[in-house]
């Protein structure tokens, strides 16, 4: 097992001197190789399951297992991505890509072979030497994901990697993602307000409740081409399954 969550409760201190429970008893399991998306409404606890799976935030009551071991703080086999893509401008791409590989004990020039490999593998051969400032977001997005690849991490987090991007932008570059971490068979979990994206890059759904967040459904995406979202999207199935989604939500437009 990848992953697993195990009657996950976490509190924060509020601001009025209580405590605000963030998600209350979340519980499930993420296979090797699998592609998990997490949806639910704002503040209902997402990120703080991400936190907690990269050992940033300890669970208050529970267990967090990633491969069998129990995280208790930030290690190698987890890489995290944000919706920034928090490359350092001062640094070419390539420098950039090491830049996590820097504190691990690797020759320069292992260093380096390593980064032009995820490079080629996230299709940035050739833009090595470009700065940030040089790319594109979509082309920036993807420099952020070779980072979080060059560690070789089991498990990689998304925190709504596209949701600055334009549409066009957004759906090249979810079909580039998909690619990539299917070919390196990496274990993701994703968050995401988009619906349409949850269903087209994954295998399974987790919907959480309002805060404080808990698993209300979890839904088998039983479509073909999950390395594929451009041919996913093509499917009818696709709408009915998003549809499926938003019921469970059971969002109000009073509440916008
Ligand atoms: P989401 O990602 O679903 O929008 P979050 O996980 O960011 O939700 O937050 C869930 C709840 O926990 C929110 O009410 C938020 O204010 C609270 N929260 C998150 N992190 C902290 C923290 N470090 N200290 C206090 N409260 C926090």
């Known amino acids: 097992m990848a992953l697993e969550f195990r009657h996950v409760i976490k509190r924060f201190p509020s601001k009025t001197g209580d405590t605000l429970t963030a998600v209350n008893d979340v519980d499930f399991r993420v296979e090797q190789g699998e592609f998990v998306s997490v949806v639910g409404p704002s503040g ?3 990120s703080t399951i991400l936190s907690m799976t ?3 935030y300890q669970p208050t009551e529970g267990e967090v297992l990633v491969s069998g071991e129990k995280v208790d703080g930030p290690n190698a ?3 995290f991505m944000l919706q920034k893509d928090l490359l350092l401008p001062w640094r070419d791409i390539v420098s950039n890509v090491e830049f996590g590989l820097e504190s691990r004990g690797l020759k320069r020039d292992e260093r380096r072979a390593r980064a032009m490999k995820v490079l080629e593998a996230c299709h940035l051969g050739g833009f090595e030497h470009h700065y940030p400032y040089q790319l594109s977001g979509g082309m ?4 952020a994901l070779a980072r979080t690849l060059a560690i070789d991490p089991e498990i ?3 925190d709504e990697p596209f949701s600055a991007l334009d549409a066009q932008t957004k ?15 990496k274990t993701t979990l994703l968050i995401t307000h988009d619906l349409s994206e949850a269903v087209l890059m994954s295998d399974r759904i987790l919907v959480l409740s309002e805060r404080p967040g808990t698993v209300i459904a979890e ?9 594929e979202p451009l041919k996913r999207r093509a499917l009818p199935e696709v709408s009915e399954y998003a549809a499926q989604i938003f019921a469970h939500l059971k969002l109000e437009e009073k509440a916008f």
């Open 44 to 46: 209902c606890g997402k």
């Open 54 to 56: 990269a050992g940033l």
């Open 77 to 79: 086999h987890v890489g």
């Open 140 to 143: 920036r997005q993807r420099a």
């Open 156 to 158: 990689i987090l998304l």
């Open 171 to 185: 759906l090249l570059l979810q079909n580039s993602f998909s690619k990539v971490i299917a070919e390196q068979k």
């Open 219 to 227: 839904i088998n995406v039983d479509l073909p081409h999950r390395d």
